[in-house]
Each structure stands twice: as structure tokens, then as C-alpha cells.
């Protein structure tokens, strides 16, 4: 049988990051550090994203960036994944939790329609 999706998500994640750290960030993006799955935490995909140094100290960062997720089973689609993900490295890009101005223009460049957004 094949791997479920998060599964396969699980084993790619970090590369993943770097792919599109690569891509759509020209490599500026910290370091990923650690990618924490949580037990289904809103329906669908849902991410969130720690790379202030006093939320990543918590986790016993000095540094770079960390990941939450979570996924279920209305989180199907590799886009869907990818988006999610874009979304939050747009976070860390713009050095900013919220959807501001600067924010937002980047998520339009990426080409990202976002509801329900944290
Ligand atoms: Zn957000």
C-alpha cells in the first residue's frame, strides 16, 4: 500500500523546505530546524510557523526556523501542502507574524489565494 500523503510528507519535509526556500525565496530563508507534527489542530492544512528568537527558544533554538503542522484527511493535495508551506515561509521572508502589506504582496507574487489563514 502506498504511504498516506502525510506520511510521505513526514519522510520529505526538510528537502521540501529546501526546494522551495530555492525557488521562491533565492535561498534567504533560515534554516528549517525542526517540523512538529500536532494532533490535527484545525480541519484540512494547517501550519504554523516560529522564527522570532523568543519563540524559538521554547523549542531550544537559537536560530532558523520551525515548523508546526498539521494535516487530515481534508488535506489532500500536494498543492494544498505546498501552499501551506509557502504560506508560512512567507511568514518568516517578511520577518513579520501578520498579514500586513508587505505580507500580502508576497503571497500575491507566489500566487496564493489564502482563507482561513493563521
Ligand atoms: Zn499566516
Known sequence: MDLSLDE??????FS??????????DN?????KEIIWRDKLEEGC?????FEKDQLKKFGY????VIEMSVDANCKSYKE???TFLHE??????????????WTQKIIELGLDWKNEV
Open 8 to 13: 510521505r510528507l513526514k519522510k520529505s519535509s
Open 16 to 25: 521540501f523546505y529546501s526546494l522551495l526556500n530555492k525557488r521562491y525565496f
Open 28 to 32: 534567504n530563508l533560515p534554516e528549517l
Open 46 to 50: 494547517f501550519a504554523f510557523v516560529s
Open 62 to 65: 537559537e536560530d532558523g526556523v
Open 81 to 83: 501542502i505546498r501552499d
Open 89 to 102: 515561509m512567507a511568514h518568516v521572508y517578511v520577518k513579520s507574524k501578520y498579514h500586513g502589506k508587505i
